[in-house]
């Protein structure tokens, strides 16, 4: 499986279904989906989604997600009008993704695989309750680090055996051409999602192997982007250069 283009995330949810992966039972509604009047059949869907766990996490993301990191989040709620309500704020501008509610305090390990190419990989991950994400968070102490080149040592401490099944499917997996992606995963004493195994896989993307850095390199071309255009700004009502040399003298 590859392509060339960067897939929403419900829909990377699905090719990792589709690829053997276990992930979280999961729900989706596009922007402007679950207005009640206009979509009875949306609002329906998501009542007898949460008939059938009892307790649902409505996550929202953009269509844009280069740019929009932090969106709204309710985890772990069982009240269906305050699941309305929540996401009938969001859904407007947002796309609202409702999953089984799995509790990150039961957690037993959970970190993310880097998949650089077929032969070589990267994982890090801790040990205890958590999601992760967390792993930004961790000290020298609580984060393990696990790296293989195919045909040389590897370096690090080696993740339980459920972990390195998933790297091994991981590294087939492909769903970029050329790229580096992430696998997230979570591993339970006990069985969760839609193929009730005690791993689950929570999504695969992109980018930087911590979260965060991928937020922080966007900032940063934001404010380069900035930078430039104020200098052009200066440069246009003082003259090339002579704004900037003016400001930064004082």
């Known amino acids: 499986m590859a392509s060339g283009t960067y897939p929403l995330k419900h ?6 279904h589709n690829a053997g992966f276990n992930v979280a039972d999961f729900i989706c509604f596009s922007p402007g989906t679950l207005k009640y009047h206009v979509y009875k059949e949306e609002y329906q869907r998501l009542r007898a989604f949460l008939a059938k766990h009892g307790r649902i996490s409505c996550r929202h993301f953009h269509e844009n997600e280069s740019r929009h990191f932090k969106c709204p989040v309710l985890y772990d709620e069982s009240d269906f009008e305050k699941i309305l ?3 009938l704020e969001h859904n407007q501008n947002y796309f609202t993704l409702c999953n089984e509610a799995i509790d990150p305090t039961k957690s037993l390990c959970a970190g993310n695989i880097l998949v650089f190419n077929g032969t070589t990989y990267f994982v890090e991950y ?3 309750p958590g999601t992760p994400r967390d792993v930004e968070s961790k000290g020298p102490a609580g984060l393990k680090t696990y790296g293989k080149v195919i045909g040389e ?5 080696k993740p339980p055996a459920e972990v390195m099944r998933m790297v091994a499917e991981a590294r087939k997996f492909r769903p970029l ?22 791993i689950i896989c929570w999504e695969w993307r992109w980018g930087w192997l911590h979260y965060q ?5 966007f900032l940063l071309q934001e ?10 700004l200066r440069d246009h009502i003082f003259g090339p250069n002579r ?8």
Not at 223 to 232: D, G, N, P, T, W
Not at 243 to 250: E, F
């Open 223 to 232: 404010v380069q982007h900035l930078q430039a255009e104020i200098k052009k």
């Open 11 to 16: 829909v990377r949810l699905e090719q990792l």
């Open 85 to 87: 309500a929540f996401c």
């Open 126 to 128: 801790f040990y205890g």
């Open 213 to 217: 850095l991928q937020a922080n390199k």
């Open 153 to 157: 040592p590897a370096e690090g401490d």
């Open 177 to 198: 051409d050329n790229k580096a992606y992430i696998l997230e995963f979570s591993l339970y004493s006990y069985p969760i999602g839609r193929q009730k195994t005690n």
């Open 243 to 250: 704004g900037y040399k003016a400001n930064t003298s004082q």
